[in-house]
């Protein structure tokens, strides 16, 4: 079998495995956020925080608990980094330097887990397991809360109201990610991955020999990490290390957790509409962004241009070996259009065109499916401003799914577009402009690459890199920390301020103008308003960066 014709397969196998669960699973996470029932466990944390589950909040009050929630979050951990020298299994370690302790915070609260740092030399194991463990599953429970609230404000009408973010909260966490989490480690563990508490351990790895473990619980942090949370693992090596992604199978596996929850949420997007087509035509803009994305990364390396490329057959330079090209570059496409940023391989050493791909596809807003709940969020903007471009082309006011989408609404959309783009461009441009882009191992268009990587995986909450730039200095952790903040919080704002809006608008019944959204022609719309936004705002950094490489 040729290695073309084993991408192919693992490509197909994962496509219909992910059909196989939208439906089931996407019900299951629909009843999570809509039921009215409490677990006793639920009712405990209620009463622990003072909440009440029964009342609802409008969009200010949802959007200031969301705040307060991540600012404690960054506050502790922050503080949870300065003091571990003096923790319980600290391992030894020093106390995380200020600037370092600041980026790692903020990093793992808004679900970005960039790490510059080596996670085994720098982390003990309390600070991993109840400081950034616990961040990866609440930072990606806040998102998904965010884009159900969305969904509210497309749902009801005349009312200000859009759930409790407490409550929402709580059952994301304890009903979705808890669960696959314990599921998904119990099936790492099978294929390989150590789980383990011991420093110093010997064991024999799949690769042969015995080696000493120095990490911690690897396959709960791996599982964490691979629903669409972050790349951000034990080792710094992340999934390419044979005790996080021992085999082909985990591989697969792995990539299977991190597009899970992203392509199932459509599903509950239209069941909470009550249309389910329109569920289903948000997961096909999904769906044909990615498989392109997949697509077009994998022809870039395996038939990469450059002498030794062609003379081998393929890009193997940064690739594990154990993963060959196909699965290399499929893994890394789906990290980069989702917010993980796991590497199993080295972007950096990826063709100018194929690492062009991976900062392509971050670019999009991670909408193809984006992070969890991000994802679904991010293209529900982008199909409003296709409604209203839709609009201005009939000269009729734009509605979508029984909303008019108005001054005030597509107002809440722009901003919401334009705060990445602002930050990537301005933080690429403000490096070069302060020399901080002397840290970057090369020069010339792969040097501005390894720069507009970096913010463009902060902006967007990714976490993966060209890790040829060393970026663990006070004013790098400083700049992509305020980065990964901005391009966080001021997004949900926006939403929230948009699902407000939505929410206290009264339904309008559908005409003869209306343009159906659940249709092939809107599907393709969407795919286009997505791609041409992209290019006009990010061609001019790509062209003097990986194209001009390519060329």
Same mark, same amino acid.
């Given at each position: ?134 961040q990866n599953f609440v930072s990606a ?20 109201q859009l759930g409790n973010f407490w ?133 870039? &390396? ?14 193997? &330079? ?27 391989s080295f972007h950096d050493s990826f ?201």
């Open positions: 079998m040729t290695m073309t014709t084993a991408g192919v397969i693992f490509v197909l196998t994962l496509v219909a495995a992910l059909v196989a669960v939208y439906k089931p699973f996407g019900d299951y996470m629909f009843r999570a956020v809509s039921g009215t029932r409490q677990s006793r466990v639920e009712r405990g944390i209620y009463r622990l925080v003072g909440v009440n589950p029964a009342a609802e909040q409008t969009w200010g009050v949802y959007a200031r608990s969301v705040l307060a929630f991540s600012a404690i979050s960054i506050l502790f951990l922050y503080l949870f980094q300065r003091v571990q020298n003096h923790l319980w299994l600290s391992l030894g370690f020093d106390p995380v330097v200020p600037h370092g302790a600041w980026n790692t915070a903020v990093s793992f609260v808004t679900n970005t887990n960039w790490q510059s740092y080596s996670g085994e030399s720098t982390m003990g194991h309390l600070v991993q397991m109840a400081g950034l463990a616990v429970a806040v998102g998904i809360a965010v884009a159900v609230a969305l969904v509210r404000g497309f749902a009801r009408s005349r009312t200000g409550v929402d909260l709580t059952r994301i966490t304890l009903r979705i990610l808890v669960p696959i989490a314990v599921l998904g480690a119990i099936a790492l563990m099978i294929g390989g991955v150590v789980q383990n508490l011991s420093a110093g351990t010997d064991v024999t790895t799949l690769t042969g020999g015995t080696q000493t473990i120095t990490g911690g619980p690897v396959a709960s942090q791996e599982v964490i990490k691979e629903l669409g949370t972050n790349g951000g693992g034990f080792y710094n090596v992340n999934s390419a290390h044979p005790f996080e992604n021992p085999t082909t199978w985990t591989n697969w596996l792995q990539i299977f957790l991190i597009f899970l929850i992203p392509f199932s949420l459509p599903r509950v997007f239209g069941r909470m509409v009550g249309q389910n087509r329109q569920g289903y035509a948000i997961a096909a803009v999904m769906g044909i962004l990615a498989f392109a994305s997949v697509a077009i990364t994998n022809i870039f &390396e395996l038939t990469g241009h450059g002498t030794v490329p062609q003379a081998v057959g393929a890009a193997l &330079e940064g690739k594990e070996v154990r993963f060959d090209v196909s699965n290399s570059a499929t893994f890394a496409a789906a990290t980069t259009l989702t917010s993980t940023g796991a590497v199993n063709t100018s065109l194929g690492g062009m791909m991976t900062m392509f596809n971050m670019m999009l807003g991670e909408v193809a499916p984006g992070g969890t709940g991000s994802g679904l969020y991010g293209l529900l903007i982008l199909a409003v401003i296709t409604v209203f471009v839709a609009g201005l082309m009939v000269g009729r006011t734009p509605e979508y799914l029984g909303k008019k989408i108005g001054a005030r609404e597509i107002k809440f959309a722009s901003l919401y577009f334009l705060i990445t783009p602002i930050l990537v461009l301005i933080g690429t441009a403000a490096a070069f402009a302060t020399g901080n882009n002397s840290t970057a191992l090369n020069v010339g268009p792969h040097g501005l690459s390894e720069v507009l990587y970096a913010f463009t995986s902060a902006s967007n909450n990714n976490g993966s890199a060209f890790a040829g730039i060393t970026v663990n200095t006070t004013w790098w952790d400083t700049a992509l920390g305020l980065c990964m903040l901005f391009g966080r919080f001021l997004p949900i704002i926006f939403v929230l301020g948009l699902a407000g809006s939505l929410a206290r608008q009264a339904p309008t019944p559908a005409s003869e103008g209306t343009l159906p959204t659940h249709r092939p022609l809107f599907i393709g719309m969407v795919v286009g308003v997505t791609v041409i936004l992209v290019a006009l705002t990010f061609l001019p950094a790509l062209a003097l960066g990986p194209l001009a490489e390519g060329l």
